[in-house]
C-alpha cells in the first residue's frame, strides 16, 4: 500500500527545522511572550503535530527520509530559506 504522502500529483516535501531556542525566539518577535514559555509551548505543538501526522496518514513524520528537502533555518531569515529552497528544487527538476 502507497503512503498517502505519495500521491500522483507533482510536490516537494519540504522539512523547515529549527531549533527549540529559536523557534521560540521568533514566536516571541512575531507574537510576544517569554521564550521559556514559547519553548514549552512549541514541544507540545510539534509532539501534537507528529501524533497527527501518524493517526492522519500512518506515518512518522519526524522520519526524515519521507522529506525530498530539509531546511536548518536557524541560521537563515525567510528570503535566505526560499532563496535556498528555490535554488535546491531547480537542480532536482
Do not use: C, F
Not at 519526524?62 to 535546491?88: F, M, S
Amino acid at each position: 500500500m502507497r503512503s498517502p504522502l505519495h500521491i500522483d500529483i507533482p510536490a516537494y516535501k519540504i522539512l523547515l527545522a529549527a531549533s527549540p531556542e529559536v523557534a521560540a525566539s521568533r514566536i516571541v518577535e512575531r507574537e510576544g511572550g517569554e521564550v521559556e514559555e514559547e519553548t514549552k509551548k512549541a514541544a507540545v505543538r510539534e509532539k501534537t503535530n507528529w501524533q497527527r501526522y501518524q493517526e492522519l496518514y500512518g506515518i512518522s513524520a519526524e522520519d526524515e527520509a519521507w522529506y525530498d528537502l530539509i531546511v536548518d533555518t536557524d541560521q537563515k531569515d525567510r528570503a535566505e530559506v526560499l532563496e535556498w529552497v528555490l535554488t535546491k528544487i531547480n537542480k532536482l527538476a
